[in-house]
């Protein structure tokens, strides 16, 4: 069984920065696109950021320049710079990986059960 996990959330004045990183585990034949999303109190959740096995990323507009994915594909983990932090930012962070489980052939997307960021003003 193939899971996500993030771990790196907390709390964290307004200016401030994290690290959020999450690792893929499991019986893994590949994995295709990798990304953050998250979820404030009361919204709905949104795209952070992507990146694709090749390293192209895409970013929200809200957090472009503040914000920076990259990933290890040897370590099967992705990460999320957060630097300016904004009282905005708050919420729960989730990793999301499309997975190709060994022994498939097909992709399938895989949640973590996310991390929470929060950022005092």
């Known amino acids: 069984q193939v899971q996500v996990v993030e771990s790196g959330g907390g709390l964290v004045q307004a200016g401030g920065s994290l690290r959020l990183s999450c690792a893929a585990s499991?019986?893994?034949?590949?994995?295709?696109?990798m990304g953050w999303y998250r979820q404030a109190p009361g919204k709905q959740r949104e795209l952070v950021a992507t990146?694709?096995?090749?390293?192209?990323?895409n970013y929200a507009d809200s957090v472009k320049g503040r914000f920076t994915i990259s990933r290890d594909n040897a370590k099967n983990a992705v990460y999320l710079q957060m630097n300016s932090l904004k009282p905005e930012d708050t919420a729960v962070y989730y990793c999301?990986?499309?997975?190709?489980?060994?022994?498939?052939?097909?992709?399938?997307?895989?949640w973590g059960q996310g991390t929470l960021v929060t950022v005092s003003s």
């Open positions: 499991g019986n893994i034949r590949s994995i295709n696109a």
């Open positions: 999301n990986a499309a997975v190709m489980p060994l022994p498939s052939y097909t992709y399938v997307e895989v």
């Open positions: 990146i694709s096995r090749g390293g192209t990323t």
